[in-house]
């Protein structure tokens, strides 16, 4: 009896031992599961830092966007001016004078072109037109 008792104990004490050494590894698991819980809320809490960041360079990009749009906008006034009055200087001289040479038709040529990109219209498109019609001679 005394034999199958210690056999019976041992047995048991062998189970309990089992038991223990997987509530161990369990037990390991869940500090485990605890760390990476905590790394994973500090990274949740990282990239909130970086996505209200981005939010932040956004809107300021959005503003130098629109001042630089602004920018443009002006630029582009000052240089259809300058244009137009430049046009409007020399296709009246050359009018004056008469006649065009083959320099005058590709020089205001290319400077009508940029101001009607420009948007440029009206009492210059006329002047040109004048130009264009006039007698072509070469000096």
């Given at each position: 009896?005394?034999?199958?008792s210690?056999?019976?104990?041992?047995?048991?004490?062998?189970?309990?031992?089992?038991?223990?050494?997987?509530?161990?590894?369990?037990?390991?698991?869940?500090?485990?599961?605890?760390?990476?819980?905590?790394?994973?809320?500090?990274?949740?809490?990282?990239?909130?830092?970086?996505?209200?960041?981005?939010n932040?360079?956004i809107?300021?990009?959005?503003?130098d966007?629109?001042?630089?749009?602004?920018?443009?906008v002006?630029?582009?006034?000052?240089?259809?001016?300058t244009?137009?009055?430049?046009?409007e200087v020399?296709?009246?001289?050359?009018?004056?004078?008469?006649?065009?040479?083959?320099?005058?038709?590709?020089?205001?040529t290319a400077?009508?072109?940029?101001y009607?990109?420009?948007?440029?219209?009206?009492?210059?498109?006329?002047?040109?037109?004048?130009?264009?019609?006039?007698?072509?001679?070469?000096?």
């Amino acid at each position: 009896m005394q034999t199958a008792s210690k056999k019976a104990t041992d047995e048991l004490s062998e189970k309990v031992n089992k038991i223990q050494l997987k509530v161990d590894e369990i037990t390991e698991i869940g500090k485990k599961n605890n760390s990476d819980i905590k790394l994973l809320n500090s990274d949740i809490s990282n990239l909130k830092n970086d996505v209200s960041n981005l939010n932040k360079d956004i809107k300021n990009l959005k503003s130098d966007v629109k001042q630089l749009n602004n920018d443009v906008v002006v630029v582009g006034g000052g240089i259809l001016e300058t244009e137009r009055y430049r046009l409007e200087v020399d296709l009246t001289a050359i009018i004056k004078r008469g006649y065009r040479t083959s320099a005058d038709t590709r020089r205001i040529t290319a400077l009508y072109k940029s101001y009607q990109s420009l948007g440029g219209n009206g009492y210059i498109e006329d002047l040109f037109n004048q130009f264009m019609k006039l007698e072509l001679r070469e000096m």
